[in-house]
């Protein structure tokens, strides 16, 4: 009979006499089986934007970000400068918003196990969209769109298929915002310009420049520890900034100025969404 024992430090395969019997310390050591069985849960890969873990057969649990309230998409315009009544000067960037912000599905958690509102946001040609993203769109009674964002909530009344979300009637001048989106993609990067490293010296003899250096030990533990900083992709990935205000909400021109600056270039996609603060307009746990 062999145990596979898996233990912080080593993994051996222990073969015990047929007459003895586990000493105490093997049997306080820490051990990980493989198991793999009908009757047990399976492990499947997470691939929806709402991951579904299983805790135990028969019970699953579903992991999502809960938001502080409904937000809306919008489109990056580009930044600017804003001059507050008291002549303050603010930098502060444009965000626009395209046909959309309709929504396309109420999830409830009697039929889908969670609350939800998905939105829907940039209207496209019927031809840009599959029939089934079609057929989705047309049972809300919704345009063709092209984005499709669900905002998980606590309480999911008043919203119903096919309501329009008015920007204005969400975001007021003063505001904190939560506003996520993919950075600009800076390509493969070395470990100055992407971990904020040290250069070494230039002069007096010196062979180390930019170069990365020493990345572990020899021998022990003769390998590389998993998520060292090392050169490799910058940016292109999706960011959040927290708690930014919103300065001016113009319903002439439909735009929405935040202070500060916001992940990606003009024309990225953003998600707005009221800012969380625990304990305010989250619960604690």
Do not use: W
């Not at 993994?11 to 306080?28: G, K, Q, V």
């Not at 599905?105 to 946001?121: M, N, S």
């Not at 205000?245 to 202070?259: C, P, Q, Y």
Request: glycine residues 12%; contains cysteine; hydrophobic residues 35%.
């Amino acid at each position: 009979m062999e145990v596979s024992l898996m233990s912080s430090a080593r993994c051996s395969t222990f073969s015990p006499a047929p007459t003895r019997r586990p000493t105490a310390s093997l049997l306080a050591r820490p051990t990980f089986l493989s198991l793999r069985s009908s009757s047990l849960c399976p492990l499947r890969p997470l691939t929806s934007s709402v991951d579904v873990l299983p805790q135990r057969c028969g019970r699953r649990v579903t992991v999502m970000s809960m938001e502080a309230g409904i937000g809306v998409m919008g489109t990056k315009l580009g930044m600017m400068t804003y001059f507050e009544p008291d002549g303050t000067v603010v930098p502060v960037t444009v965000v626009g918003f395209r046909e959309g912000n309709i929504v396309s599905q109420v999830k409830t958690a009697a039929t889908d196990g969670y609350d939800a509102v998905q939105v829907g946001y940039r209207r496209v040609r019927d031809r840009k969209l599959t029939k089934p993203e079609l057929g989705h769109l047309e049972k809300a009674g919704a345009i063709p769109m092209r984005h499709l964002q669900e905002f998980r909530l606590q309480s999911v009344d008043g919203f119903e298929p096919g309501q329009r979300l008015i920007v204005e009637d969400i975001f007021k001048e003063g505001d904190l915002v939560d506003v996520s989106g993919n950075s600009i993609g800076k390509g493969f990067q070395g470990g100055i310009k992407r971990h904020n490293f040290r250069r070494g010296l230039m002069t007096h003899g010196s062979k180390s420049h930019r170069a990365l250096g020493s990345i572990g030990a020899g021998t022990t533990p003769g390998r590389v520890y998993k998520g060292k900083k090392m050169p490799g992709r910058l940016g292109g990935t999706k960011t959040k900034i927290r708690k930014l205000r919103v300065v001016k909400v113009d319903s002439e021109l439909r735009v929405v100025m935040i202070k500060g600056a916001v992940p990606g270039k003009p024309g990225n996609l953003l998600r707005i969404t009221p800012a969380k603060i625990v304990g305010k307009n989250i619960p604690k746990n």
